[in-house]
């Protein structure tokens, strides 16, 4: 063979080499980053605050454990319909992602529809056990799911009523009956307040286009509401505001993102620690193989008391000591 031929031959067998080894890595790796990065695909449902602080917590939480070479995110924002949710899952579960990251209870339950062996972190979800529909919960989802809980402690928030409104006559809960997570939450509220004592009443919307109706309503019967940690509430509190102001209802709120527009007073988490717990989690899941449905769900390490200053002063509601302004931003 001539020596030409020879240098050709060793040529292409080089290049083959490098091209197999390129292939090589974790999955998920696009043109323009490292190949051996994991691919995260991201569903939020929707523009909010609180899940906008989730995300980014997450993706810094991700970060640091796998440095920023080590992981590629892949960021949806599904505009509050499930819909869209069910869609991007899809896509990603086609796109052979490594992990799904599940920003609040819609889009945990489509990707739990969409996968069984992709691994799914969810965080922002109030309660897995009835979002996943799991009978007898103990903690753990014994799926390819794990994640982070968003419920504060509920015996406390009903507490609270009662110190901004002592005379308190009837509470106006205020949620979507098509959130399983808020459903949870209004069943152990009101168990709370029965074991207080204090009357309540239950108001549902189906949608943010009846929040306005709704609202009107309870606020003609009720003198204090109380909103859970709700996205279709949390997406329409400026319409809520409009109508507490003018009634002078006091509005004791499940999260602070509710809280900072219509708000007086709420026991509130930090989304941004619950996603980067989550963002733990799934660097664990990857890195390490750890099974995510032998990960027990988590909650907030703490929890404080915020007041709104604007609202309470605006209504004439007197706050009591151990609370936090919450800052204006």
């Known amino acids: 063979m001539k020596k030409t031929t020879?240098?050709?031959?060793?040529?292409?067998?080089?290049?083959?080499?490098?091209m197999v080894l390129s292939g090589c890595g974790k999955s998920g790796g696009?043109?323009?980053a490292d190949s051996n990065a994991?691919?995260?695909?991201?569903i939020q449902l929707i523009e909010h605050p609180a899940l906008d602080e989730a995300t980014k917590g997450f993706k810094e939480g991700m970060i640091s454990v796998l440095g920023e070479d080590g992981v590629v995110f892949d960021e949806q924002n599904a505009q509050g319909e499930d819909a869209n949710c069910a869609t991007i899952a899809s896509t990603f579960v086609t796109d052979k992602v490594d992990l799904i990251m599940a920003n609040a209870t819609p889009a945990l339950q489509a990707s739990a529809n969409a996968t069984a062996d992709i691994?799914?972190?969810g965080t922002s979800?109030?309660?897995f056990g009835s979002a996943l529909d799991i009978k007898d919960w103990t903690g753990t989802t014994g799926k390819n799911i794990t994640g982070t809980s968003d419920l504060a402690p509920l015996d406390e928030q009903?507490?609270?009523?009662q110190e901004i409104k002592p005379d308190v006559k009837q509470v106006a809960i205020l949620y979507c009956s098509k959130e399983s997570n808020s459903k949870y939450q209004v069943e152990e509220i009101?168990?709370?307040l029965d074991g207080l004592g204090i009357k309540y009443k239950l108001y549902s919307a189906a949608d943010s286009n009846e929040v306005q109706s709704v609202a009107t309503k309870a606020a003609t019967e009720c003198d204090v509401f109380y909103i859970p940690t709700d996205n279709t509430m949390a997406s329409s509190t400026e319409t809520i505001k409009n109508v507490i102001m003018d009634k002078k209802i006091p509005v004791v709120a499940g999260e602070q993102g509710v809280c900072s527009v219509c708000g007086v007073v709420t026991l509130s988490i930090s989304y941004y620690d619950i996603g980067f717990r989550a963002g733990e989690m799934a660097a664990e899941i990857l890195r390490d193989g750890t099974n995510p449905g032998e990960m027990a769900i988590e909650t907030a390490p703490k929890v404080t008391?915020?007041?709104n200053k604007e609202v309470a002063d605006a209504i004439g509601v007197e706050i009591p000591e151990g609370y936090e302004a919450i800052e204006a931003e």
């Open 125 to 127: 979800v109030t309660d």
């Open 119 to 121: 691994p799914i972190v």
């Open 30 to 32: 696009d043109g323009d």
């Open 38 to 42: 994991y691919k995260v695909g991201i």
């Open 158 to 161: 009903a507490k609270m009523i």
């Open 305 to 307: 008391k915020l007041y």
């Open 6 to 18: 020879k240098f050709a031959v060793m040529l292409m067998l080089v290049c083959a080499f490098a």
């Open 190 to 192: 009101s168990k709370q």
